[in-house]
Every structure is written in C-alpha cells, then in structure tokens.
C-alpha cells in the first residue's frame, strides 16, 4: 500500500524520505523548485484586509502613538478589541506582534488563524471566546515589550523584568500581567480585568489619613548571639503637624561581623527623623545625598532604603536605594451601576490585590537591562547609601482609604517556591481581613513570621501604613 505523502512503499526503508528530501534540496540549490517531496507542507501567504498599525513596541518607541505612562489607561479598550477579535477568529490566535497600535486609529489586534496541513483554516469552538494560555503569554509580552528598554525576548523574560523594573515600570502593570496569566477570564477579557482596572484607578474623594506598623526580627539563621548587632535592619515613623506621615525602612548591608550594616541603617534613620520633624520635604535626589552623608560620617558601613511620604491629599511619594522594597496592597470591588456605591468582592474573586512599587538596584538588574539571559549578581547591591548612592527611584503615587503601603527589608519579601510577591501578599490580606484582625498591624507581623518559616536567614522587616479617611478636627 502507497503512503499518499510518500515517494516509498509505506514498509519500506525510513532512510528513502532522507534521500528525498536531499534531491530536493539540490534540486531548489540549482534554481528548480521541486515537483515531489516526502512531506507536503502547503506555502500560505496571509493578506490583511487593511493597512497594519505598528505592533505596540514600535508605536510608542519609535512612533510616540502613546506614552507609556498612559499605557495602563488604555488597555481597557484593547481588552475589548481582543475579546472582539477571539470571537471572530477563534483562542489561540494571537503572538506578540498581533497587538498592535496607532495614535489616530487606536487599538488593532492581527489574530492569526491556525492553518491544517491541507492549507485550510482549523475549525475553532468560537462559542468559547476566553484567551488560551497562548494568547495571554503573547499579551503579556506585548505588554512588557512596549515599556521595556529592550525588546523582550519571551513570557520568562516578561516576569524578570515585571519584577526587576517596578517602579520604572508603570506601576500596576505587573499586577495586570499576572491577572492575565492567572485569573479566570471565561467571560472575556474586558469583564475578567475590570475589578482590577476599578483598583488601579481609584482615588481618595477627600482627604486621608496614615496609621503605621511595624515588626521586625532577626532571623534564626542570621543570628549570631550579640543583640546589639544581629539586626541591621531600622524603621520608623513620624506624623508631622501638616498631618503627613513620614516613615522609613533601611536595610543594613552585612560587612565582616562588625556591625557596620546596622550603625548605616541607624545614622540613616536617625537623619531622616530629624529632616521629619522640621516637617518639610526635600526633593528627591538632596534627600538621598543627606542620607548618604550621614551614613558616611557614621560607619564605612552601607543600607539599602525605601522612604515614603503620605500626604493628607492622598498622595505619597516613595523613594528607593537598593533592594529594599515598597508595595501597595488594595480592595478589590465589583463594578456597579449607576450610583450605587462599591461592594467587596464576593465569590471566588480575590479581595485584594497587589502591585509592587520599586525597583530593585543590584548586578542581576543591570545585566537584565541589556540581556535577556543575565543570572547571578542577584543580590549585589550596585546603589546604596554610604558610598555615594549613585542611581535611585522616585516615583508619586494615589491612595484610596483601604489601602495598605508597605515598606520591607528584602528579608520580609522573600520568594516562596517561585511565587510571586504580590499573589502573597493579597493572599494574607484577605485572610488576615476575613479573620476580623486589624489588617495593617497583622499583615506586618505575618510577613515577619512567614520570613522565619521560610528558614529566618536574614532580618525581616515589615512597616505597614493603614490609609483611611481623615476624620474632621
């Protein structure tokens, strides 16, 4: 019996197809295309029935079609031109450069339909409209590829630099990106990311008001036997007249056992107390400097930071050196109609969700800047206070009653089993809320207690700000 995709008798020797395919190797190497090979695999030419738009990295970087800034403003309407396009072409038809952009038409999406053997369309279930895995990778890497420095290379390379870049990043967007690989988006997208953009784009109506937490512990693997050394992580907090709330985590960067990590993270927090209590701000970049200054006349010593100011506007500013790092931590509630007010989330959606806020300053995140395949360096420190802070991120923020800023040492956000963070931390607010404890003050003593489960190698710090609705005097 003939193999109708075969030159040979289909019990004969698998090595003909081989010689085959080598005569038509030859024969299109001298200008033939061959009429007959062993495998018949159709030539498909796709045509688009109108004019492509760049692919979404081209038109903000080269095309300035929209700043990334605005970026997480906009998707809403990409959700809805993508739910659109899987229910005209089918799951499963999307790649990266299928998300697409222009400054006067807006949002475009080429889905791609599968192709069979035969050259003819497959038949797709266009009844069930919800992304498959392969198009939330390629929307997430849409995503991260039009923010990035350089071109993102696939879904690992995504993460990496969600995680490394927050802060540089717009901020929310890895909290976008993980609800994308990870939620269920059985009714679509624009329905499945709602609750999130709702969380993302709430304000304070009035002012504010911030109530800090703090935890911290050693570590029994970090522990040497000598109180005064063995924590080289300091915080603190001061509500200044104005009503801002000013507080502070440092980390201190272990030396030869002499303690010269916690005398930095103290000078620096004693420096940043009496800048607090004139109840003034400096600009970012003379804020560092002071810092950095009074770390060096202190100890040869060097700290890791993050800062925050909570104004009673409802704004904050933070400002990170180092691998110490800040997160916001917000409800979730459904979308209402007309002027009824906002409800908690009910079902299996979950009440919190987390985006983080900084980045982090250390070796792997300079090599991950330029390649895409960078390990190790992990935790070396590029930028700290105590010998000249070089590189730091600033960045301002909105608050919303129910909101809790957290501010950690990098020994309070240890991954867990490749977890992300911020899944974590939504994760022990909901507990933590459904258990009627106080969510601030519970979720800073969790976070230091899951750092002991974990094996306790370093200090744990945790400061959490309890944002709610200024009360009238």
């Known amino acids: ?133 392969r198009d939330r990778r390629a929307l997430v890497q849409a995503l991260v590829d039009a923010v990035a420095e350089r071109p993102c290379l696939d879904l690992r390379d995504a993460l990496n630099m969600l995680d490394v870049f927050a802060g540089i990043f717009p901020s929310g967007l890895d909290a976008i990106c993980r609800r994308l690989l990870g939620h269920d988006l059985r009714h679509g997208l624009a329905a499945g990311m709602a609750p999130l953009h709702d969380a993302l784009e709430r304000r304070a109506a009035g002012c504010v008001s911030a109530t800090c937490y703090r935890e911290t512990a050693v570590g029994s693997r970090k522990a040497k036997g000598d109180p005064a050394t063995d924590n080289e ?87 990170s050196v180092g691998d110490a790092e800040a997160w916001l931590v917000r409800p979730l509630r459904t979308s209402q109609r007309g002027d009824e007010p906002h409800r908690p989330v009910q079902g299996t959606e979950p009440p919190y969700a987390a985006w983080k806020l900084t980045p982090a300053h250390t070796g792997y995140a300079e090599l991950l800047r330029v390649n895409p395949d960078a390990e190790g360096e992990g935790s070396s420190l590029v930028n700290f206070l105590g010998g000249g802070p070089g590189r730091w991120t600033h960045s301002t923020i909105a608050l919303a009653p129910g909101d809790l800023l957290l501010l950690a040492s990098d020994g309070a956000t240890q991954p867990e089993r490749e977890r992300w963070f911020g899944a974590v931390l939504a994760e022990l607010a909901a507990k933590l809320d459904a258990s009627g404890r106080p969510p601030a003050p519970a979720l800073a003593a969790a976070l230091v207690q899951r750092a002991e489960a974990l094996g306790g190698w370093d200090n744990a710090t945790a400061l959490v700000c309890a944002i709610g609705e200024a009360k009238d005097v």
């Open 1 to 133: 019996m003939e193999s109708p995709l075969s030159e040979t008798p289909a019990d004969e020797d698998t090595a003909a197809p081989q010689n085959g395919a080598t005569e038509a190797q030859e024969a299109e190497s001298e200008g033939n295309a061959p009429e007959f090979t062993t495998v018949a695999v159709p030539e498909i030419v796709v045509r688009w029935n109108q004019e492509l738009a760049p692919t979404l990295r081209d038109g903000i970087v080269e095309h300035g079609s929209l700043d990334r800034a605005e970026l997480l403003d906009e998707l809403p309407a990409l959700w809805a031109t993508v739910d659109a396009a899987l229910a005209r072409v089918g799951p499963g038809t999307l790649v990266t450069e299928s998300v697409r952009h222009d400054s006067y038409e807006g949002w475009q999406v080429a889905a791609l339909p599968r192709y069979d053997l035969d050259g003819g369309i497959e038949p797709r279930d266009r009844r069930d409209g919800a992304p498959q895995p």
């Open 233 to 319: 992580d300091a915080a603190g907090a001061l509500r200044g007249p104005s009503g801002t709330v000013r507080c502070a985590v440092f980390d201190g960067v272990t030396g030869d056992g002499d303690g010269s990590g916690g005398k930095a993270s103290r000078a620096a927090l004693e420096q940043a107390t009496r800048r607090w209590l004139m109840d003034e701000d400096l600009p970012p970049g003379e804020l560092v400097a002071e810092l950095d200054a009074a770390v060096g006349r202190a100890t040869e010593g060097s700290a890791a930071a993050v800062l925050a100011t909570v104004r009673p506007d409802g704004t904050a500013s933070v400002v």
